[in-house]
């Protein structure tokens, strides 16, 4: 029964990467290529959905399928979540302030970066690390420990660095929240503001479920079970199809609003210019007054 259980919750959660990686991508997608923000913001949200995708992929991995030890894979990978928070705070800093120069490199990208280059470099000149490309073997393995250690390093790095831009993020959107009501600003910058605030809350529940179940049994010696991290991408993916549903629910109100917009400007310009013609034609007919009685 016990195995049963296991085997159904393994093929579960295979699935559930799969769905995931895939929903994930093909939103990446539609955001980078059919939705398309005047200020290129779309592109940051789309890189965003683009990790959560790998996140999810690598769910379909396993000591069985995986062409490096899964620890060592893990290492390679992880550096690349360092993306995800500064893509994030950046999409609502850029947002918020309607900022509409070119997207480009940025400091916040730097420890992704700097973590990228020194593990890479730290495999590139580790014998041991080259050996066990070449012939895998238990002594080789055993071998690895030392670089292994960055292992248990890089998740509490990783919890570090999202805590701050949770603090970061929400900290601007209670400065801008806290400027809107003394503006009174329009609906379409409110419906923005909704939409990154449930980003933003979206992606911190999902990070306290994974900090509970997987991050800190991880340090505290507990083993990771798999009905653990079955529920972290199961809430994650629940999450992705709510942000979905409620992404395409502003957009619909935006393109609504907007043209509310364009039709009140259209008729006030039609009014303005009706005005303005009467206006001409008194002036005309008080000159032929004038004109008439100059000539009796």
Request: glycine share 4%.
């Amino acid at each position: 029964m016990n195995m049963t259980y296991n085997n159904f919750l393994l093929e579960g959660y295979w699935w559930l990467s799969l769905l995931g990686g895939l929903h994930c991508i093909g939103l990446g997608i539609y955001i980078r290529y059919l939705y398309h923000d005047q200020n290129g913001n779309h592109k940051l949200l789309s890189a965003q959905f683009s990790l959560l995708a790998l996140y999810f992929f690598t769910g379909l991995l396993s000591k069985h399928n995986s062409p490096l030890p899964m620890q060592l894979l893990f290492i390679l990978v992880v550096p690349v979540y360092f993306l995800m928070m500064p893509l994030l705070y950046l999409y609502c800093y850029r947002s918020l302030h309607n900022i509409k120069r070119q997207i480009s490199f940025s400091w916040h990208f730097s420890p992704a970066l700097i973590l990228i280059i020194t593990i890479g470099l730290v495999f590139t000149f580790n014998s041991d690390f080259s050996s066990y490309i070449s012939t895998p073997n238990t002594h080789v393995q055993n071998g690895l420990s030392h670089v292994t250690l960055l292992g248990s390093i890089l998740p509490g790095l990783l919890s570090l660095q999202t805590a701050i831009y949770f603090y970061l993020i929400i900290k601007l959107l209670k400065q801008f929240r806290t400027r809107s009501h003394r503006a009174h600003q329009n609906s379409l910058k409110d419906i923005k503001f909704r939409w990154l605030l449930a980003l933003t809350f979206a992606m911190l529940a999902n990070w306290l479920v994974r900090t509970m179940l997987v991050i800190l049994p991880f340090y505290f010696g507990d083993h990771v079970t798999v009905t653990a991290q079955a529920i972290t991408r199961l809430c994650l993916l629940l999450t992705v199809y709510t942000l979905a549903i409620y992404g395409l629910k502003q957009i619909t109100t935006s393109a609504y609003l907007r043209g509310s917009l364009s039709n009140q400007i259209s008729d006030n310009s039609a009014q303005k210019a009706s005005q303005q013609l009467l206006n001409a034609e008194e002036l005309n007919y008080l000159q032929q007054v004038m004109q008439d009685e100059k000539n009796r």
